[in-house]
């Protein structure tokens, strides 16, 4: 989902195209009645014996199934259009608050689909100098960043809410699995059910790595560690496992959306793709201990030289890398790779990701 389509979309087609799925449910209910009314009580009632009763019954049972089956995924489907029309709108209108701050400032432009805020050069002969502009051009570059985080913010959880809607849609419209016996998914309930605490956890985590870089106070040293306490909690809270390994903080089993390619260290803990310890300690054994050396590297000569600000030097590294002039890998990974150890860039494992921050 890019800026401009969440600014112009119209969430009202949502609850629209959950009006259908009403009528599909009343449909399905009212075919499941006639089965079972006018079909399986005549069979099950009546005087069918032998092979051929039990064929025809079985037959019916079937067909009662599916369709009450039916009626619980057309169901879910309405359910979660409800919900997503609502929630979408809740982002739109928190992304629209900043991006028209962003519009109404003459000095002010997004350059592009993610959100990013570029400072124009001011138009005319300013009136003020010396001291004066600097002070206001500090002003409007702390504007930039502040309305940039928030958009930025309100994009990912609206993108987050996306992939959720998604993937509620998939659960709940997904056929059972063989090809040969196409039928209607009896777990399409549970499946299909929008987890709207998940994606508080989601909206919870997104707020407080949008928070980093305008944080202030205390030691870059103190700064790393609070990062690493509060990203520990947070990933223990999203069902992960953390120990210290070699020294190091690693946590385990994190939701997918709390790390970037195959791992991320923030502060003082690093967040791996790994489901468990024991995967991610015999995965670690063929490059001994590289991995971790890699992530002590940016814990120590990154995260505790930087503290907060180190959020933004990453992340102003990533979109550089984006372009196509430049070379497509961290600067800050480069370091880490040619200081500290093999963080799995040239032979990650067996993903064909790469290892991050």
Not at 256 to 270: C, E, N, Q, S
Not at 276 to 304: C, M, P, V
Not at 317 to 346: C, I, M, Q
Request: proline letters at 3%; aromatic letters at 8%; one cysteine or more.
């Amino acid at each position: 989902m890019k800026l401009y389509e969440l600014r112009r979309a119209n969430f009202e087609t949502f609850r629209n195209t959950a009006t259908v799925w009403k009528e599909a449910v009343d449909t399905f209910q009212a075919a499941g009645d006639d089965a079972t009314n006018k079909v399986g009580d005549p069979i099950r009632n009546g005087t069918w014996e032998g092979d051929t009763g039990t064929a025809a019954g079985d037959k019916a049972k079937k067909l009662e199934s599916q369709l009450d089956a039916a009626v619980t995924e057309a169901s879910t489907v309405k359910q979660v259009l409800e919900e997503a029309a609502g929630l979408f709108k809740q982002h739109q209108d928190e992304v629209e608050q900043y991006a028209k701050q962003v519009d109404d400032n003459s000095r002010l432009s997004f350059t592009g689909d993610d959100g990013e805020i570029r400072i124009l050069p001011p138009s005319g002969h300013s009136t003020l100098s010396g001291e004066a502009a600097k002070d206001a051009e500090d002003q409007l570059a702390k504007l930039r960043t502040d309305l940039q985080m928030k958009v930025q913010l309100g994009l990912a959880k609206a993108r987050n809410l996306d992939n959720a809607v998604a993937e509620a849609l998939l659960g709940a419209s997904n056929m059972d699995e063989s090809p040969d016996d196409p039928n209607f998914n009896v777990n399409a309930a549970q499946e299909g059910k929008l987890d709207l605490d998940s994606n508080n956890s989601k909206g919870d985590w997104l707020a407080f790595i949008g928070s980093i870089a305008s944080r202030t106070g205390g030691s870059p040293e103190a700064q790393s560690a609070w990062l690493g306490d509060q990203v520990r909690k947070h990933v223990e809270a999203g069902g992960g496992v953390c120990k210290l390994v070699d020294g190091l903080m690693v946590c385990v089993g994190a939701p997918w959306y709390m790390y970037l390619r195959a791992g991320t260290t923030i502060g003082d803990t690093f967040i791996s793709d790994y489901e468990t310890f024991d995967a991610f300690e015999r995965d670690r054994a063929g490059n001994s201990h590289g991995l971790i050396d890699h992530e002590k590297y940016h814990r120590d000569e990154q995260w505790r030289k930087y503290g907060y600000s180190f959020a933004a030097k990453y992340g102003g590294e990533e979109l550089w890398t984006k372009l196509p002039f430049t070379d497509d890998t961290n600067k800050y990974e480069r370091e880490a790779e040619d200081h500290g150890g093999d963080g799995g860039y040239n032979n990650p494992h067996g993903t064909g990701e790469t290892k991050t921050e």
